[in-house]
């Protein structure tokens, strides 16, 4: 028998006043300095990184640069805070910046542990609209946009990320690319993993580099039990491939050990997972091939990414 | 809040305008429309204003909790202001609304406007920790405004979550509370589901409006066009209809979608808990589309 509506209210009408017994605010936890003012006593921290008044052209911070650390950065993105520690995370600084038309525009500055993880970050974050980002004197990076609304870079060790909320002009998102890039310690190169990925069928950008399980599982769920034993000790990556008439993805994980590789070569071959292929473990490294691909193709990759020189 | 298992079956309605976005910014007066059509739809009965005044007294405090805390992909302001404009409507005092999130800077960025005192509809953060619950994992220490307010309206839009698998109507609550990072073990579980059991919350919700004119199925700065509004007096159905949403989407990208489903344990705990529905014949899902 279906409840009808007037029962429903006459349940929705018993709700409790609980009355209210306010404590005191709780102060702010971050650290805050004014966006190129060099009051920052750190030169190479991600706050002095952030253009300051002047700096780019048509724009002024709006609020002062706001920096989170390993134990506040819940205060700015709640549980997806783990996300960011899988990757070495050190440091953030958000600046809020506004033009005379009082458009607003947000810049990140990511500070983690080696590029490596800069680059892992950018490639758990990206949408595979991939953009190149000129970094001023000739120089470009490898971005990932939405035009007008947002602009995410890595260069060093710092992932930049600049979102609008309201569409802008690319040429803003560029002048702020430019100003931050000329300020970070130039260079980084990609995960030296990455040489192991076989070219022939890789879809270009679709490359994950990753060290836990965090960042796997969103891509490739396992139930959540770490069946692959990752950790700050293990890279890996996952890749979609297009093979033959079928789409595939590539996992490939260095382990410390190959007894390591072994163990966890047996627990995901004992786990079940439909999508599955194939598996093998060669020396220190796991590949495994998922998805609608051929045994014989899966086999063909697998051997050219567990390949050693 | 009357749902499952007090009734046969919780009730969501998905509500569809493809019509409702007017370039980068929603049409008011077709959010509006879509608010009215989903809350006729829920209730069965034509008389929009008269279903509100049956959810709230005159008098009372209601509190709009939001989620602002994805600078680009928040809870619409145009889904929440016409939820506030049918509140006053219906003859709730302005002042007595507020628009709530943790932080006034969360809300100004994502397009609210502050007002604490002055005349309208309020709308700030958290100024204080009021009441305690004890849960599993930790102590829940809610923001003083989840106190003082006699009704809750849940504003989330949906998510997937790097540990819950999904953020919607029940994980919008660690927005409630001073210490969420104290409950994010285990898949957030059951520290979702026991937050949601607390009187604070449960005694209060009188109503659940799912902001999916965007939804966010991969990183909450990339919202993906959705175009639709779910309305539901239960948090665990309406969660459930949400996260087949964000599945639809990682699925239409060539993205795995398992782990939305696998990792958000915390829709079973809270079935369990009696908050809700999460099985799927427990739900009822009628969607109107109109345009």
Redesign the interface.
């Known amino acids: ?5 007037s ?3 006459a ?3 018993l ?12 102060s702010p936890p971050q650290a805050t300095v004014a966006p190129g003012t060099g009051n920052d006593p750190d030169p190479a921290s991600p706050a002095s990184i952030l253009p300051g008044s002047g700096q780019v052209p048509g724009w002024e911070p709006s609020d002062e640069a706001t920096t989170y650390f390993a134990d506040n950065l ?2 700015l ?7 960011f520690f899988a990757y070495g995370f050190e440091q953030v600084a958000v600046g ?1 910046y506004e033009n005379t038309e009082g458009a ?1 525009l ?1 810049v990140e500055v990511w500070q983690v542990g080696t590029p490596s993880d800069a680059y892992g970050l950018f490639s758990s ?1 990206r ?1 595979g609209n991939t953009v190149s980002v000129a970094t001023g004197s000739g120089q470009t990076r490898e971005g990932d946009a ?1 035009p007008g ?2 602009l995410d870079f890595w260069q060093d060790r710092y992932l930049v ?1 600049l ?1 609008a ?3 802008l002009d690319d040429a803003d998102l560029t002048a702020f690319a430019m100003a931050v890039a000329g300020a970070l310690p130039g260079g980084g190169e990609p995960p030296d993993l990455l040489r192991q990925l076989p070219l022939d069928g890789l879809v270009p950008h679709s490359d994950l580099f990753f060290h836990q399980e ?1 960042s796997l ?5 396992l ?2 039990e770490n069946v692959l034993g990752l950790g700050t000790d293990t890279d890996g990556i996952w890749a ?1 491939y297009e093979v033959g008439s079928g ?1 595939a993805h590539l996992l490939l994980v260095h382990y410390p050990s190959a007894t390591a590789a072994e163990a966890a070569l047996d627990a995901l071959q004992a786990s079940a997972i439909d999508s599955l292929v194939r598996a093998e473990a060669r020396g220190d490294l796991l590949g495994a091939l998922f998805g609608a691909i051929s045994e014989a193709e899966a086999d063909l990759l697998l051997d050219e990414a567990l390949a050693t020189e | ?2 749902h499952w298992p ?3 079956t919780s009730r969501v309605v998905l509500v569809r305008h493809s019509g409702v976005w007017a370039g ?2 929603p049409d008011p007066a077709i959010v509006l429309e879509m608010l009215d059509a989903g809350l006729s739809t829920l ?3 034509g008389d929009v204003l008269a279903i509100w005044r ?2 709230f ?1 005159p008098q009372e405090r209601v509190l709009l909790k939001v989620n602002c ?1 994805s ?2 992909g928040p809870t619409q302001p145009a889904v929440t202001y016409a939820v506030a404009q049918r509140l006053q409507d219906a003859g709730l005092p302005a002042g007595n609304i507020l628009i709530f999130d943790r ?1 006034d800077n969360e809300l100004a ?3 609210y406007s502050l007002n604490e005192g002055g005349i309208g509809v309020q709308c700030h953060g ?6 305690e619950s004890a849960l599993s994992q930790a102590r829940a220490r809610f923001y ?2 989840l ?2 307010c ?2 809750i309206i849940n504003l989330p839009t949906p998510k ?5 698998g999904i ?1 919607i109507a029940l ?1 919008n609550h ?2 409630s509370i ?1 210490n ?2 104290q409950l ?1 073990g285990n ?2 579980d059951p520290a979702i589901a026991e937050l949601n059991a607390q ?2 919350i449960r ?2 919700t ?1 109503l659940v409006v799912g902001a999916a004119l965007m939804v966010s199925p ?5 919202p993906e066009r959705e175009d639709a509004l779910l309305l539901s ?1 239960d948090p665990v159905a309406l969660d459930t209809v949400g996260r087949d949403i964000l599945v639809r989407h990682r699925q239409e990208m ?3 979608a ?6 958000a344990k915390h829709l079973q705990t809270a079935q369990a808990l009696n908050l809700g529905a999460t099985d799927t014949g427990l739900i009822e899902l009628k969607e109107v589309v109109l345009g």
């Open positions: 028998m279906k409840v009808r509506w029962t429903v209210l349940g929705l009408l709700a409790a006043f609980v009355a209210g017994c306010g404590a005191q605010p709780t819940y205060d993105v709640n549980g997806q805070a783990d996300a809020n607003s947000r974050l949408s939405d609304r947002r990320r979102f909320p309201v569409e965090i599982q969103s891509y490739l769920w139930g959540g979609r789409a | 809040m009357a007090a009734t046969d980068s910014t209730a069965e009965t049956a959810l007294g805390i600078y680009g932080t960025a994502a397009g958290a100024r204080g920790t009021g009441t003083q405004e106190d003082w006699d009704a997937q979550h790097g540990m819950a953020s994980k660690y927005g001073a969420p990072g994010h898949s957030c009187p604070t005694g209060k009188r991969t990183d909450w700065n990339r007096f060539g993205q795995n398992g782990f939305l489903v696998g990792a």
